[in-house]
């Protein structure tokens, strides 16, 4: 457990095991079950421990119990009820988070909105939508299809949507659609004491700034197009984008209208081997200042690279490699295509050869989304870590050299994987969670890559959030006047500190 | 003076007349001087009454004293010293608002920060720049002369950018760069009691998201290419977006990073002139939905394009009119103006010539930027008041056709205006403000359109602010959680509510 004690640093206090009772009155209980029904309130041990933990591995901390509202009546009634008797309460997605978002750490009432999962208000004219938060991203996208609209949003995991705007996700698209932030355009709120607030006022689900937007994808340098992703308005201070990215702490999002997008007309996927690492990530550098509107670019370094191409059978070979994929018209594409080439062969990059059909493609995806198993699988056994730092694009070959060798120095496994287009890249750390030393390797090698990026300018985590694990670093990143600010927004949201009591602050 | 009580409302409580004295002790004027030494202190009738407005019509409502800082930390001395006393601080930039940001409506100091001027930290690498706010829009697209690179945030006015990153503003480039929110990458702020918060943490002033962005606007159905304008950083909460359009409500701006784009290859811009009002914005709504990634289009109609055409000496026909720009590669340039020019003949419209030289064009925005001083001139002896609603894209035609039929049936002067890429719109009212039915016709005309927008799912102000005369539609946009949400948050971070209070809420 030393590993564990040390990256999920602060859950000690009001921590819980696995194996704590349910502390919750019975009274208390039937109250819960008063609003949502019996079958839907839950203290038994195996449905508080899944609803303890996410896919990280921050210590599993069980709620005192489970309710499944059905429906946003349901939420206002349950969170008064906790408010009124100053009970924690942890709003539950999928449970797919990397930081310890959903962790009970002073126990409390997990709220798991899964069932509340309708679709409505699907504006094709206004390229929008309105989810509740049971609603997946792939569920939304089956939704959409036919409808020639989309979201891009792809943290890899199925997350919910709703979870994704409450951690600010990104992902493989963000380098060109964007994080959740300007993907979002009004969240219907439960606050904590049970009222309901529509961040951009209630009935204000439309975009209010263009159509498709965007343009075409022939990439030139001297040109920034925007398809302006956002709403235009001054009305009064910016809740929407306070609660995007407020994990949990501030109140349940239980509802959110999304920006759509047209879906590209052609899309090509292709990956390309370097000679080293420097040469890998000064390509992406390239490729971006030449202002080629790539849609993904991944990095996979040498170790990542063999161990995704053993793990999803495709063999790719055992160096620096890019996956890229472009989106535009077909004259566009063609256009993106040249340019692109010409740029990885310049950096000494080979294998090109581009995927067109959808089949083809989501083997190549499919491979880079598997990444974190694949990392797993190089040492059964072991348990895995990820990193999150990003980087202002001028910095990122160094940053990432640099993290190269540290890794090197220290012994540690750690394959890297990026959205490098957004500076944003991942070490997967796998080591021995029961070896004290290996753990205290990892921890103060997650510490020095965590300076590395602020002194670069950069930030301790791009998407998987702050949660339990990056709190001593988000201190550094915004400084004591940051931090207290951040508090004094707390304390007027959630005035006892019950929404999701011991995360980012 | 009825119409002046009728449109700002709620200015009546603590309303201060221009003739007011100074009401602050004299040993705290001295405490202000020896800040920022003597000569940067005025008490004098004259200077504060030109501190007292903007450039809307909003009662003069002068501080009791101006200050001229010249550092952040007199900056932070001084807030200290009137946070101590209780005293109201009102930021003031280039008085060029249109709300009555600056009226000192509850009296106290007014801090001038004109004499902060400072441009540092140009990256042409990451795109990004560091302003005082003394630096105005004009004077930093000088400053980038020669680089290739500009900032293209354009509200008319030469008005200081932390003053445009305060009010939100946007103007008539954002629908392809956006408006001021997703331009801001950082922004370094005196809070009430002398604090000194950077929003996104000291010394990230870089952008980490990527390089220029952005394809080159050869435009196609299907494609959303998106420049990334987004930080990519889930640390925290997004003080950042919460400080912008606050209308100096929170603190002092005295700093703000700014993202800034490459300068197009090649600009084009055009007037066209349509049958009729529906006709021209439907045109918009199809160019838009079309995916031209248009710079500029911006509408007059009838009555605004003969009064400009008249101000100019231009001489425009009397019909509605769009006004688009278009930036792009030379290829893709000719591809955005075929298509443009196919669309603006589907809907009727002619006069179809491009101004592709710099001098050519600028006298044509030199037209548009006019239009408020052309509009005066209609009237001569009348003021003017414009309204500032901004509706989702798909309402866009039958709000502005309503809207035109509404000012016909009321009798009023009311040559339109507007941003239509965005929704927005402006109503440029003129009339006799000694004339209480007509100054009475004008406010009931106002809320209508207000309500009509908010109705059509769209807000009150999509660019001028809240201040002191949107109070109550604010409340009826974001219901009373939202605002009560406001509340909450000003008072945490100004619980004595000195910060340029009787503003926004």
Redo the contacts between chains.
Sequence with gaps: MALRRVLALGTALGRRSCCSKPSLPPDFVEALSAVVGAPNVSTATAVREQHGHDESMHPCAPPDAVVWPQSVGQVQELAALCYRRRVPMVPFGTGTGLEGGVNAVQGGVCFDLSRMDSIAEL?L??FSVTVEPGVTRKALNSHLRGT?LWFPVDPGADASLCGMAA????GTN??????M??NVLNLRVV?PDG?????????????????????????????????????????????T??F???EGT?GFLTQATLRL?????ATAATIASFPGVGAAVACT?QV??A???VARIEFLDEVMADACGRYSGMGLPVAATLLLEL???R??LAEQQRQTEEIVRLNGGSGLAWAEEPEERGRLWAMRHNAWYAALALRPGCQGYST?V??????LPDVVVETKQDLQDSGLTGPMVG?V????FHCILVFNTQDPEEAQRVHAFTQRLGRRA?AA??????????GLG?RAL?LE???Q??????R??K???DPHNLMNPGK??
Tied chains: 1, 2.
């Excluded at 951690?167 to 990104?170: E, F, K, L, Q, V």
């Excluded at 997008?261 to 007309?265: M, V």
């Design positions: 504006s004219e206004d020639g951690t600010g996700a990104s963000a380098v060109r659609y964007g994080t932030r300007p606050l009222r309901l607030l529509h961040t951009a006022g209630p009935g204000r689900q439309a975009r209010w700034v263009l159509g498709p937007g965007g343009c075409a994808g022939l990439a030139t340098p001297g040109c920034t197009c925007s398809p302006a992703p956002h709403r235009k308005r001054a009305a009064g201070y910016d809740l984008s306070l995007v990215g407020s501030l997008h047209p879906l590209p007309e550098v971006l200042q202002a080629v509107p989106h535009g018209s004259n566009s999150d990003c980087v202002p694009i001028s910095r959205h287009g957004d500076g944003n602020l300018g950069g930030t301790c985590t791009g998407e998987h959030g702050v990056k988000l990143e915004l400084g006047e940051g931090l207290d600010t951040l004094s927004i304390a007027a949201l980012v602050l």
